[in-house]
């Protein structure tokens, strides 16, 4: 089952704006991940934050995480064209054979040129 | 080498027929995964393998058989499926050396039943 809620489903941008994704989850959790799709492609991997981590930064990426209220936001800054894709958040409730990712709904994100 | 290669890209197959679907990677990690996505879907955990062996199966039905024959290598064996079987499937491997490793995917198999 699905326990991760994103916001919005649906983020349309210009070019050099910034985009912010939200996620949502319910159980505890080991660590925090964030995906990207590109259309009927493999997922790549943009980052993970430990679960005691509230922020965390790569190039143009910064990840903040809240376990309080179970929450987590992506925001890609100067967004460019080829941003365009799905992300999904995934929470890793890690266990010793390997790790259990589970997916939120994931948002589509178009960077208009 | 960072990659997870997945053979074939498409696949098309009858609900009588009986395919493979196969998983390769050379990171040496002996965690690997098999999701299942819809259109416009999250993947879904289909499968995991941990040293070879299967440590989760997410109640998927039997019409998929999983094979992990070497640390390198996942199979997907698929017999008898349902049009609504139709999505793509997602290999993924990572480390096990401890509790924080992302997990790194192959491009998909577009399984389409007829």
């Known amino acids: 089952s699905q326990q991760g809620e994103e916001d919005p489903q649906a983020l349309s941008i210009q070019e050099g704006e910034n985009a912010t994704m939200n996620c949502s989850y319910k159980t505890s959790i080991n660590n925090l991940q964030w995906y990207r799709q590109n259309s009927g492609r493999g997922l790549v991997h943009l980052i993970l934050?430990?679960?005691?981590?509230r922020e965390k930064h790569s190039g143009r990426l910064r990840v903040t995480l809240d376990t309080s209220k179970k929450s987590s936001s992506l925001l890609i800054t100067a967004s460019r064209a080829a941003d365009t894709a799905s992300y999904f958040c995934a929470t890793d409730a890690r266990e010793t054979s390997g790790s259990r990712l589970t997916f939120g709904e994931g948002t589509q994100l178009t960077v208009n040129p | 080498d960072t990659e997870v290669t997945q053979t074939p890209k498409h696949l098309v197959m009858g609900m009588t027929n009986k395919k493979s679907l196969k998983c390769e990677q050379h990171?040496?990690?002996?965690?690997m995964y098999w999701y299942k996505q819809k259109a416009k879907k999250p993947p879904e955990l289909m499968f995991v393998y941990s040293y070879e062996k299967l440590s989760i199966n997410e109640s998927v039905p039997s019409r998929f058989s999983p094979e992990c024959p070497n640390s390198s290598l996942l199979n997907l064996h698929l017999h008898a499926l349902q049009p609504e079987d139709s999505a793509l499937y997602l290999c993924?491997?990572?480390?096990?050396?401890?509790?924080?490793?992302?997990?790194?995917f192959g491009p998909g198999t577009r399984l389409t039943v007829t």
């Open positions: 990171m040496g990690h002996r965690a």
């Open positions: 934050i430990r679960s005691n981590e």
């Open positions: 993924a491997s990572s480390s096990l050396w401890d509790r924080f490793h992302e997990q790194y």
